[in-house]
């Protein structure tokens, strides 16, 4: 059985990946911190409704959410001027190592009896300041230890290590706020979780990055300009917006992901209202739609590697209109085993989506520019998310927790179809350029 399995793992698109040096070296560190980051996907919100005032929940989870990830929109545009340059093993770890004593600094207020919603929400901010760079990071490794080639499928063994977090962390989160009646627990293991990710990556080291274009050494640098004379000094490199605004294919998928992710951000404070309130729930059933979504996510994060011959563009536009397919029951108050089996549906096709999107990146901007990139890419989800999350607290105050969810699931199809109608539009369009005249 296990010679067969060996066999198996070797012949799969993952083996490259999975053997390389510096790779296994980082992954533990990437396991530890997204098994923290999955149970703060219910202590963030839980602890935000345990520390609000009955009246105003739904704002206060709303900002919570937003406080953990919004800032690092902000790190990456205004910090790229001295971060772009860097070791993407510094990123990471440096970004670690600030969510650890932001993080930890929680519950130590909390023991003191000095925790409320703003000293909650303003730690949750300065935690997420490095996040986009420590995205970059992470990204930016991988793209430089792996060939082209490979990039998919180390995309998706990320997503697969994320995928599985979300599936144990929500539920040992639910497990660990019934067990000690308080939601600050989880937040002092997400701490102890990015301590060991810092832990990990002093004894994690990038190979320098290649020329543009994978080449040897010997080569002349190239730019956008043209190629640059050896001892000759280059220009300044544009910043990450302009290289994306100037591409049509960066501009393209960063615009599909950012309303993909927005309007998705929604779901973050309906669903916990949903459970708590519609259906009288608990932490632990709140975790379990987590751990359903989590489960679909695992099985679609391993399918994604297999992925490399299917055409990017069509299968990320089908993503998001399957995605909006399996988030309707939810709002639309199907009997709960339903609605958990279609979230997990929806689990399924997420991470193949952050792969696939990101192998687009990876594709599109190569050298030097990468790390900009890439922390501008992480920066439209750090964004967009909690934008969206933001819009969801009054939402549901107009609307309430069911009727937002459905307003997420129809907008989200909308954007998918609108998306397929441009692109059958720029297809038809390069087909008449390209026919030969009679």
Not at 103 to 114: F, K, Q, R
Request: charged letters at 10%; a positive charge; zero cysteines.
């Amino acid at each position: 059985m296990a010679p067969a399995l060996g066999r198996m793992l070797r012949s799969s698109p993952y083996w490259p990946v999975v053997s390389d040096r510096t790779l296994r070296r980082a992954l533990p560190g990437f396991a530890f911190s997204a098994l923290g980051h999955g149970m703060a996907a219910v202590g963030v919100s839980w602890l935000a409704i345990e520390l609000a005032p009955a009246g105003s929940r739904g704002a206060w989870v709303a900002v919570a959410v937003a406080a953990y990830t919004l800032p690092g929109a902000a790190g990456a545009l205004l910090l790229g001027r001295f971060l772009r340059d860097r070791d993407p093993v510094r990123l990471v770890r440096w970004d670690a190592s600030l969510r650890a004593v932001a993080l930890g600094l929680i519950p130590v207020a909390y023991a003191l009896d000095a925790l409320d919603g703003p000293l909650y929400v303003g730690l949750l901010a300065v935690s997420s300041v490095l996040h986009s760079w420590g995205q970059a990071g992470v990204y930016t490794l991988l793209a430089r230890v792996l060939p082209e080639r490979d990039h998919l499928a180390g995309n998706a063994v990320l997503s697969t290590v994320f995928s599985l977090a979300t599936v144990i962390g929500p539920a040992l989160a639910g497990a660990l706020i019934a067990w000690t009646g308080a939601a600050v627990v989880v937040i002092a293991v997400d701490a102890v979780a990015f301590l060991v990710l810092a832990i990990v990556f002093r004894f994690v080291s990038a190979p320098e990055d290649a020329p543009v274009g994978g080449q040897a050494g010997g080569q002349a640098e190239r730019t956008a300009e043209g190629p640059v004379e050896p001892g000759a000094a280059p220009p300044p490199r544009p910043a990450g917006l302009t290289i994306i605004r100037n591409d049509p294919a960066l501009f393209g998928v960063l615009g599909l992901s950012f309303g993909f992710f927005f309007l998705f951000g929604p779901v973050y404070v309906a669903l916990p209202l949903y459970v708590s309130e519609d259906l009288r729930g608990s932490a632990s059933l709140l975790s379990g739609f987590y751990t359903a979504f989590g489960v679909g996510a695992v099985l679609g994060a391993l399918v994604s590697g297999y992925l490399s011959r299917w055409r990017l563009w069509p299968t990320v536009i089908g993503i998001v209109i399957g995605f909006g397919i399996f988030l309707l029951p939810v709002g639309l108050g199907a009997f709960t085993p339903v609605a958990m089996a279609s979230f997990a549906l929806a689990g399924l096709v997420w991470p193949p989506y952050s792969s696939l999107s990101t192998t687009l990146v990876q594709r599109a901007a190569r050298g030097p520019e990468l790390a900009q990139v890439l922390a501008v890419n992480s920066s439209v989800r750090v964004v967009s998310v909690p934008l969206g999350t933001a819009l969801g607290g009054p939402l549901v105050a107009a609307f309430g927790s069911g009727r937002t969810l459905q307003i997420s699931a129809v907008g989200i199809l909308a954007l998918g179809i609108a998306s397929a109608l441009a692109l059958g539009l720029r297809t038809a369009g390069k087909a008449r350029s390209v026919r030969p005249r009679k």
